[in-house]
């Protein structure tokens, strides 16, 4: 199923990692990157496989993803070594120069998997697929490319705008830059065309909560499907906002009910308006995606 919220947690802080377990995030991106200092990058390191060990994959209440740093730095294979024994139910690729570096992250996986009797290609891949500019200029070739670990694509601006030089990644209304909504964009016709989730990047002010829910209602009428957080302040929005409304629901099944009862017709009439095969696909999408949380949360 979709995770609506992914929540970044330092990897080498014992308290935050201690919060885990009390907070509603779909997914935790337990950090070894950038929110861990490089003297701190081994302490992580023996902190994490310990940390998942003692939440087995298949007692897991949320998922738990590890950051890696990236895969050109000096630490990624040194994390990879440390972590996937320990059998995360996935990696977050930073810093992906195109498909190829996710490619060369699966055969890692593989090689690791099998020497530590994880089952082959448990090990999922979400790569963030803007924060260079030569990436940026790849996000299409992730659609051809053959990557069955990869569950869905996100992106950052952060990252991207510090490697442009920009002195912001928002225009004078307080909206993304061309640049941003371009890469955005991108990264969603991306990830929809290979049928995997499209995960928006984060909503920085963790103090506006009406901002966020804002962002985030925008985002999914869009398609995304999910969204980054940095603070556990920000997961019940995303988790709430993420979800079909009542009144989509109500819609959807009146819907695939109408169709349900009549499968000869290929277009149909409710309350004065006709609907055909692509919305009785959002429908049942819409139906499968409100019982899935709704069973989750039960």
């Keep these: 199923m979709n995770l609506r919220s992914w929540l970044f947690i330092p990897a080498d802080s014992e308290k935050k990692l201690s919060k885990v377990d009390e ?34 994959k298949q007692d897991r209440k949320h998922q738990l993803w590890v950051r890696i740093n990236p895969l050109d730095s000096e630490h990624a294979l040194s994390d990879l ?14 810093k992906a120069n195109g498909p190829q570096d996710v490619v060369c992250l699966s055969n890692y996986l593989s ?87 499209a995960v928006d990047t984060l909503y920085v002010d963790f103090r506006d909560p009406e901002g966020l829910a804002t962002s985030c209602k925008a985002s999914r009428i869009e398609g995304f499907s999910g969204r980054l957080a940095i603070h556990p302040a920000q997961v019940e929005v995303i ?14 099944q009146q819907i695939v009910d109408a169709f349900d009862s009549q499968p000869g017709l290929g277009t149909i009439g409710i309350d004065g308006k006709m609907y055909d095969m692509p919305h009785l696909k959002q429908a049942r999408r819409t139906l499968e995606t409100f019982h899935a949380y709704n069973k989750t949360s039960s």
């Excluded at 490089?38 to 939440?55: D, G, H, I, N, T």
């Excluded at 990436?135 to 510090?162: F, K, M």
Aim: proline share 5%; charged share 20%.
């Design 23 to 56: 907070t509603r995030a779909d997914a935790f991106l337990l950090d070894m990157e950038d929110s861990v200092a490089p003297s701190r990058k081994q302490v992580a390191r023996e902190m994490l496989p310990a940390f998942l060990k003692e939440r087995p």
């Design 81 to 94: 070594a440390a972590v996937v024994g320990a059998e995360p139910d996935g990696i977050m690729l930073p």
């Design 111 to 197: 090689a690791l998997e099998t020497a530590s009797g994880v089952a082959l290609g448990a090990t999922r891949i979400l790569p963030l697929v803007t924060e260079t500019a030569s990436a940026s200029l790849t996000i299409h070739e992730y659609v051809n490319a053959q990557l069955p670990r990869v569950h869905g694509l996100t992106w950052g601006a952060e990252d991207l705008s510090a490697a442009l030089g920009a002195s912001s990644n928002k225009d004078e209304n307080g909206e993304w830059a061309f640049t941003y909504k371009m890469v955005r964009a991108q990264t969603l016709l991306a990830a929809r065309a290979m049928n995997v989730q």
């Design 239 to 252: 988790n709430r906002c993420y979800m079909p409304t009542a009144e989509e629901v109500e819609l959807a």
